[in-house]
């Protein structure tokens, strides 16, 4: 027996995904069939992956479904992909210097992809490095406090973090460090957003 060519198995997997998220939120084929203005027997062809669904009909899917066409192709994979392991101790070591400021970092993550940049990073900040940068960016920020207390601005606000802490943001807002008020502050930054 042949295997399957490539476009079956995206049909397929496009079925896949639109069965999970059809299940995901409780709904019916035919419920989804009503909203979406694509016939029951349709959308029945498209989870079981005997048919190529037009972009319309996936945009109408997507719609109804609120979510992103591309959430419908999640399931379509690729023979490649890659993982990054940073091992205790490892990663690979820089210092930043700018503005009479400097910081050591750690990377330990960094994935670009057409849809989305992922960056982790270990930070290391020294209450006598210098007055920290302020950032404005786009996507979103996770922070970790590992070790020592800092205040953090976002925006008109500030923030203490100690030890423990975590910070998400909307990158969108002016947002960084203001005051290291340990010796040394270590955290946990990572960042994801669109290229």
């Known amino acids: 027996m042949s ?3 490539p476009a079956r198995k995206i049909d ?12 995901q939120r409780g709904q019916s084929a035919r419920f989804l069939a009503e909203q979406s203005g694509i016939s029951p027997a349709m959308v029945s062809r498209i989870e079981n992956g005997l048919v190529s669904p037009s972009i319309g009909t996936l945009a109408a899917l997507a719609d109804a479904l609120e979510v992103p066409i591309v959430s419908l192709f999640r399931e379509a994979r690729t023979d490649h992909t890659d993982y990054t392991l940073v091992r205790d101790g490892e990663g690979l070591k820089s210092t930043r210097i700018s503005d009479g ?20 990073r270990r930070v290391i900040l020294t209450r006598d490095g210098g007055k920290p940068p302020t950032y404005v960016g786009h996507g979103v920020v996770f922070l970790q406090a590992l070790e020592g207390e800092a205040i953090y601005r976002y925006g008109q606000s500030r923030l203490t973090l ?21 010796d040394t502050f270590v955290f946990l930054s990572v960042q994801a957003e669109r290229p």
Do not use: W
Request: hydrophobic share 40%.
């Open 12 to 23: 397929r997997a496009i079925g896949a995904s639109l069965k999970e998220l059809r299940q």
């Open 101 to 120: 400021h400097n910081h050591e970092y750690i990377n330990l993550a960094t994935h670009v992809r057409k849809d989305l940049r992922f960056l982790a």
């Open 162 to 182: 100690c030890t423990g802490d975590t910070l998400s943001l909307d990158a969108e807002l002016n947002h960084g460090f203001v005051e290291i008020l340990t």
């Open 3 to 5: 295997a399957d060519p």
